[in-house]
């Protein structure tokens, strides 16, 4: 196992933290923008525009268990992931800009089988991209107790490029007839400097990779059945399908929540650079929150505090753009907590699986967690347009009455969470066993994994 002088830690951290910024753009671009592409670009209705978003995140969910487990038997036959990393960041950069660029002709059948097919591709190549990135990160993660540090890193970077992409929303919005222009503009810009910089970042990390616990060549079967025997990972693959799912659906619906409730669509990008920094200017509170409590407890607080954000939203919100705003950065700052202790824990689940089965499964197990994310991501889509189509949304119509399209957009966000928070205070034993975490305790420091 490397052991990483500081400085070395400080250069390790800043790449991993900077492929995860990268990783975020791909994942933003097709969050932020697919569906009011779909619906207002390419002139789908919501029903069936969240339909398309739901199969493709399905597709994704679908291969993204064994795929994980087979790059895991691939890692066990190369010196390391930089090949696999660069051209599945290349191939899914490439997609993505196509799949957008269709907004520019009319649309027939043929038309739309093309830019379905080519969402496939992307959803694909971008799993390759995500689990190999994921893989890399636990691997440099050696110390238990960095974890949370170096996980807080990477999300703070995720964060830094949203706001990028969120200060990107005004002008994209600036005009309506030309939606689809712009966001192909940012699509095949983003994908130009992605590419240089996966590889540049990747270089610094190439060392701590090699150097990382073996993987030893097993059998698929195996590996698969490592999975299976690491509950941890399952209870944390449940947290993040509720999650993904109700932040989704808020995250995609707040577009239109400002169409609709706040009649500015050019708010959006000002409340997702809120969003955004207000989680990094939240990580120190997290961060010290685990200290004290522990990574389980403050995972569960996330959860329950966000939930109760977002009733505080739902009633307040629509007042003002301004108190909305304030709003949004309560979210956010909760919303931070959640990714970085998901983060923090998967690492230790993975190292105490691998003592117990004595088969150590990486990208296996990220596989199932983000197969849950998508899963979630996928239902929030296909959730979200459903109900819009519920109340009547259709481009350019006047509401009266806002109550159902708040209902809508922040309903499933409040309540998934809320949810997540009673399990993870229900099995709270359970994942600690998962995770090897000691029961010792709170006022310890209570963050060690057993050797």
Known sequence: MLVALPIEKLKI???SAALNG???VYWSLFTLFGMVYLTDVIGLSPALAGTILFASLMFDAVVDLPLGALLDGIRGRVRD?????????????????????FGVFSFGSLETALLIGTLLIFRLTFSVFDLTENAIAVRVMTNPEDRTLFASARKIAQSLTAVLLGASMGWVFQSEGDYAARIATMALSASVVLIALTAACYNNLR??????ATLDETKFSQRLDAIKKAPGCWMIAAAAFLEACGTTAFMSGLIYYAIVVLKDPSWVGAALVSMTLSQVAGQPLWLWIARRLGKIAAFGLTHGF??????VF???????????LGLICLIGGLLGGVSTLRWSLLPDIIDHAARQNAVRVESGMIGLVICAIQT????????????LSA???EAGRDFLNVAPIILVVVGPFIALNGLCALGIVLFRQQLSQACGIRQTPIRSHNLRSEV
């Open 306 to 311: 966000a939930a109760c954000a977002g009733v």
């Open 207 to 212: 060392q701590s990779d090699r150097l990382g």
């Open 314 to 324: 739902a009633l307040l919100g629509q007042g003002s753009d301004v108190k909305a």
């Open 391 to 393: 109340v009547g949304y």
């Open 376 to 387: 979630g991501a996928g239902v929030a889509a296909l959730v979200l347009g459903v109900g």
């Open 22 to 24: 990268i990783k975020n």
């Open 13 to 15: 951290g800043l790449s």
């Open 81 to 101: 992931y930089g090949s696999i990393l660069i051209i599945s960041a290349g191939l899914s950069s490439l997609a993505l800009t196509a799949f957008y660029f």
